[in-house]
């Protein structure tokens, strides 16, 4: 039995894209096209060099960052709106809408074939949750534009990506849920994160039993700039587990009591859940050893049926455009430990079932 494993998402982009993005001032000015194609190209050749049995394109086309990519430059935004609570998004703010009705000016599904052509195994494919986006809506509400109506709007926008992904062959699509963790700190009630869940649910019961199979959320249970934060697993775990999706993906390697919230996981999951653990830390240029994961993933597997059990990377390696905390072949070699480390601890549990 080989554990499955799956990379997060975003890896560092070549220093020439990063820099010609600067100089253009515009992430989608034609001129950068050659490089784009290079960058993912090069993506994932390396990813096959890892052995990685799924891998993504790096979200190496993402303008700016995972969070805002689908809504840079909408005509009906101003600038001044909710500020991004990452270090790593060093004072980024979201816009904020000033009319309807909410369209995307860009959909993760746009560049995913040209993607699929240099792939030679699945390609997953990760996209904004609907909760994030929910916070372009001003507090104040719009003049002749009710939240009710941007709901929809978003809910629509939201469905219509994901399921264009699903429809050229994505082998999966994670939805990025970076906001949990957020919710928590801003409202200990539980209330905020409650009503993120919600929303989130509402729009995955627009899908079929059979396309919700092929859905995961990454929950990030980092803080600013990608360090560890207080987390409080006991309010998380249970409300995450509400979504209506099979595979989670939840960075918890940096977390001092793993132990704890691998049973709250064991406590809180269903039937089919397949919990996909991180085993690496981008936070952390230090590089982990194959025999670190190895011991991670037993770890976990005394507590989440291997059947059940998966691995993964706390979190992308550069959830922002210009992000080098790691380099990009350090992100590459943290993957190669991840896959090495994942290889052998299937060795021993399938042993074990001997």
């Given at each position: ?5 799956e ?16 100089v253009c001032?515009n ?6 096209e050659?490089?784009?194609d ?23 086309r ?21 500020k991004?609570?990452?270090?790593a998004?060093?004072?980024?703010r ?8 909410f369209?995307?000016?860009?959909s993760?599904d746009?560049?995913?074939?040209h993607a699929?052509?240099?792939a030679?195994?699945?390609l997953?494919?990760?996209v ?5 986006m929910?916070l372009?809506?001003?507090d ?11 709901i ?11 399921r264009s992904?699903?429809?050229k062959?994505?082998?999966?699509v994670?939805?990025?849920?970076v906001?949990?963790?957020l919710?928590?700190r801003?409202?200990r009630?539980?209330v ?6 919600d929303?989130?649910n ?26 560890v934060?207080?987390?409080d697993f ?14 989670f993906?939840?960075?918890i390697?940096?977390?001092?009591d793993r132990p704890?919230?691998?049973k709250l ?12 653990i ?10 982990e ?7 991670r ?5 005394r ?6 059990l998966?691995t993964?990377?706390?979190?992308g390696?550069a959830p ?10 350090g ?8 896959i ?12 074990r079932?001997?």
């Open positions: 039995m080989l554990l499955p494993t990379p997060i998402g975003s890896i560092p982009r070549p220093r020439a894209l990063i820099d010609a993005i600067n001032g992430g989608s000015d034609p001129s950068l050659p490089l784009y290079a960058a993912v190209r090069d993506t994932i050749e390396c990813f096959a060099a890892t052995r990685s049995p799924v891998i993504s394109d790096g979200e190496q993402k303008v700016r960052n995972f969070w805002t990519y689908s809504i840079e430059g909408l005509p009906n935004t101003l600038p001044d709106g909710f991004i609570p990452l270090a998004a060093r004072g980024r979201m816009p904020r809408l000033t009319g309807g009705p369209r995307y000016s860009e993760a746009q560049h995913l074939g699929l052509s240099f030679r195994v699945p997953k494919q990760a904004i949750s609907p909760s994030a929910s372009v809506y001003p104040e509400g719009i003049a002749g534009y009710s939240r009710e109506a941007f929809e709007d978003l809910l629509h926008e939201h469905v219509r990506e994901v992904c699903l429809d062959r994505a082998y999966k994670q939805i990025d849920f906001e949990a963790n919710a928590l801003l409202d009630s539980g905020l994160l409650a009503g993120f869940v929303l989130n509402l729009a995955l019961s627009r899908f079929s039993d059979g396309e919700r199979e092929h859905l995961g959320v990454h929950a990030c249970c980092l803080g600013n700039g990608l360090a934060q207080p987390v006991a309010a998380l775990i249970p409300n995450l587990f509400q979504l209506n999706v099979c595979s993906y939840l960075g390697s940096q977390q001092v704890a919230i691998l996981i064991r406590q809180h999951m269903k039937p089919d859940h397949r919990i996909f991180g085993v690496t830390a981008p936070g952390d240029a230090r590089i050893t194959a025999e670190e994961v190895r011991d993933v037993l770890e976990a597997a507590y989440i049926p291997p059947e059940q998966g993964t990377d706390d979190c390696f922002f455009f210009d992000d080098q905390a790691i380099s990009r072949d992100a590459f070699a943290k993957i190669r430990a991840r090495q480390g994942t290889e052998l601890a299937s060795a021993i549990l399938a042993a079932d001997h």
